[in-house]
């Protein structure tokens, strides 16, 4: 289902497909300034303590570390991964730039339990 945000002068066409809505992992975007465009029902549950995200920038709600690593991926259109510890679970967190035309128009950060030993295989 595709559906049209207005948010500060701006209008974006996301595509919003069903799957993604209620995924058992935390799916947030937001474009080429930072601000969240979309968050899935996992996303928004999370970050529930801080009330609706969409709309405001995620950048105050970094260190100084993770700031430069998302201006980083906005300018390059790169991705990072990494695993975390919180709360008693541990989640790998996958940050990559999503593009329109060709261009970086932002960010998408998925974020997911993983068992405390994953397996890993080679194929």
Known sequence: MQKSLSLKDKEYNIMVPDWAKE???AVTVCDKEGIIIYMNDKAKDTFAKHGDLIGKSLIPCH?????AIIAKLLETGGT?????QKNGLKKMIYQTAWKENGEVAGLVEISMAIPEELPHYIR
């Not at 260190?63 to 700031?67: A, G, H, P, T, Y």
């Not at 990072?80 to 975390?84: F, G, L, Q, S, V």
């Open 23 to 25: 995924m058992n992992c």
């Open 80 to 84: 990072n991964a990494y695993t975390i």
């Open 63 to 67: 260190n100084d570390n993770s700031r």
